[in-house]
C-alpha cells in the first residue's frame, strides 16, 4: 500500500511520518502531485496558521489537488481546520471540503486555557475510523479554534462548548486531535485509517 504525507509549510508533519512507522507503514513525505495522486491513502496533518498556510497551498496548487483527491484521505489538526468553508484565525477561504466554519475559541472563565492543550475525551462516536470501543477515551488536543458540531461530525468533545472531534464526509475523514500523539487509541484510529 502507498501512503503519502503531504508536505507543506506546517509543523508536525515527521511525527506523523513516526507514528506510520510504529504502526508498521512506511509514508512518503512528499508534495510531488502525481505521487500524491497515485497514492492509495493520504495523510493531511500539520501545526500552522490558517492564511499562511492557505496561501502556501494556493501559491502551490496543492489546495486544488487535495479537493480533488478520490481516495481516503485524514487530516489532522490544522489540516482538518483546512479541510472546512471559512477560518477565523486569519479570516480566510479555506478548501470547503466540509461546508462548516473554523471559530476561535472564546474562554468563558479563567479555569479554561485557550489554546485547549493536553488530554480530553471522545463522545458520540460515529463510524469506521473512530470505533464505539473508543467512545470516552482520551486523545491529545493543541488548538485555539475549533469546528462546531455539525452534520459531519463524527466524534464530539467538550471544552468551552461542544466541538467537533473529528469529520467525515464521502473519501474525507478529519481529526481536530492528534491521532500520532494520543497513545494506544490514536494508533488505533490511524490502524483503522490504513485499513479503510
Request: negative net charge; aromatic residues 10%.
Amino acid at each position: 500500500m502507498k501512503v503519502a504525507i503531504v508536505k507543506y509549510n506546517a509543523g508536525n508533519i515527521y511525527s506523523v511520518e513516526c507514528a506510520m512507522r510504529r504502526i508498521g507503514v512506511d509514508a512518503v513525505v512528499t508534495d510531488d502531485k502525481e505521487l500524491l495522486r497515485s497514492a492509495d491513502k493520504v495523510i493531511f496533518p500539520g501545526v500552522g496558521e490558517a492564511r499562511t498556510t492557505m496561501e502556501y497551498l494556493r501559491e502551490h496548487k496543492l489546495d486544488l489537488l487535495i479537493k480533488d483527491l478520490k481516495q481516503p484521505v485524514l487530516g489532522i489538526c490544522i489540516g482538518m481546520q483546512l479541510m472546512c468553508g471559512h477560518s477565523e484565525e486569519g479570516d480566510v477561504d479555506c478548501l470547503g471540503i466540509f461546508d462548516v466554519p473554523v471559530k476561535r475559541f472564546v474562554a468563558p472563565s479563567a479555569e479554561f486555557k485557550v489554546p485547549h492543550m493536553g488530554w480530553n475525551q471522545l463522545s458520540q462516536v460515529d463510524g469506521l475510523l473512530i470505533p464505539k470501543e473508543l467512545e470516552s477515551e482520551f486523545v491529545y488536543f493543541v488548538h485555539s479554534f475549533y469546528v462546531p458540531v455539525n452534520e459531519h461530525t463524527i466524534a464530539r468533545t467538550d471544552y468551552v462548548n461542544p466541538f467537533s472531534s473529528a469529520l467525515r464526509k464521502d473519501n474525507f475523514y478529519a481529526t481536530q486531535f492528534h491521532a500520532e500523539k494520543s497513545g494506544e487509541a490514536g494508533e488505533k484510529i490511524l490502524r483503522n485509517f490504513m485499513d479503510l
